[in-house]
């Protein structure tokens, strides 16, 4: 018995692999990623990417559905991208945002003097609005990763989450 995922490749993508690197390219950009496995083969053909495996281990079976998503989820990318939107939450001390460089700079958070900082990952880009914030990118890791950031930096600790509800939060995530 054979465990097989098979990942229709749309209009308007390429797809090759090399020494188990998968590149997919698209209207929107290029990604690659290493999907080395030793009990998997992953071939090319028909505008399809198949991914097999002889094993019977659950782990491998597992890992081919995982190597299939991630090829779906960079076909996704490289035709439509990613984004995430943020909403920013305060009640007394309103909050200032500015992006310098790699880094989103949290001003005012809670009254405090020192800013806070989020790492804008590359590859992704963040626009800010009045009390919204929207990442998008065409790697849904990326991006997902980068609005992980902006949320975990307004973190509150030592204080009731019920009274001190400010912060940054994601509120809707999907295709662009």
């Not at 809670?110 to 009390?131: H, Y």
């Not at 990763?145 to 939060?169: C, L």
Request: glycine share 8%.
């Amino acid at each position: 018995m054979t465990a097989q995922r098979t990942v229709t490749i749309p209009e308007g993508v390429t797809v090759s692999i090399a020494d188990f690197v998968l590149k997919v390219k698209g209207p929107k950009g290029e990604l690659q990623r290493d999907m080395w496995h030793p009990a998997i083969k992953i071939v090319v053909e028909n505008g399809n990417v198949v991914f097999t495996t002889e094993s019977q281990k659950k782990q491998v079976v597992a890992m081919v559905g995982t190597l299939a998503s991630h090829c779906k989820n960079m076909c996704t990318g490289v035709t439509s991208g990613y984004q995430y939107n943020l909403k920013v939450v305060y009640s007394h001390f309103p909050i200032q945002l500015k992006i310098q460089g790699e880094k989103l700079e949290i001003l005012n958070f809670l009254g405090e003097k020192f800013p806070r900082s989020a790492r804008v990952l590359p590859g992704t880009s963040v626009k800010l609005g009045t009390d919204e914030v929207s990442v998008t990118g065409i790697d849904k890791e990326l991006v997902g990763s980068t609005a992980s950031n902006i949320e975990k930096a307004t973190r509150i600790r030592d204080r009731d989450p019920r009274v001190f509800q400010d912060g940054i939060y994601i509120v809707a995530r999907g295709e662009q």
